[in-house]
C-alpha cells in the first residue's frame, strides 16, 4: 500500500482546507483508511477514520463536528479525503494518511504528511 497526502497549507482561524490522500496497491481492498496529526513538541493524535466493511466513521473528539472523512474508489486506488472547517490554530500539524487492513488493530501504513498551518 503506497499512501500519498496533499492539500495542506496556511489558513487563518476560521477558515476550511480538504486533505486528499491517494491510495494505491492493496489499499482498494478490505483497508481501512485514517487521517492522523503532530502538532510540534506534541503526540501524534486521531484525527479520522472510515472502515472498510461497513463504512463506520470516527472522529477524534477535537474534531468532531467540524472535520467530515470521505473517500471513493477508482480501481485499484482508494481517494480519501478530509474536509476540515472551522479551523482553529491548535489544529496546525502534520496531517498523515494512513491504512491497515480491516482486522488489524495496527495504523501499517503511513504517507509522507502535509503540512496544514492555521493562523490566529
Known amino acids: 500500500v503506497q499512501l500519498q497526502a496533499s492539500g495542506g497549507g496556511s489558513v487563518p482561524a476560521g477558515g476550511s482546507l480538504r486533505l486528499s490522500c491517494t491510495a494505491s496497491?492493496?489499499?482498494?481492498?478490505?483497508?481501512?483508511m485514517g487521517w492522523f496529526r503532530q502538532a510540534p513538541g506534541k503526540e501524534r493524535e486521531f484525527v479520522a477514520s472510515?472502515?472498510?466493511?461497513?463504512?463506520?466513521?470516527?472522529?477524534g473528539d477535537s474534531v468532531k463536528g467540524r472535520f467530515t472523512i470521505s473517500k471513493n474508489k477508482a480501481k485499484n486506488t482508494v481517494y480519501v479525503y478530509l474536509q476540515m472547517n472551522s479551523l482553529k490554530p491548535d489544529d496546525t500539524a502534520i496531517y498523515y494518511c494512513?491504512?491497515?487492513?480491516?482486522?488489524?488493530?495496527?495504523?501499517?501504513?503511513w504517507g509522507q504528511g502535509t503540512l496544514v498551518t492555521v493562523s490566529s
Open positions: 494512513a491504512a491497515r487492513y480491516w482486522v488489524s488493530t495496527t495504523w501499517e501504513y
Open positions: 496497491g492493496r489499499a482498494g481492498n478490505s483497508y481501512d
Open positions: 472510515i472502515e472498510w466493511r461497513g463504512g463506520r466513521i470516527m472522529y
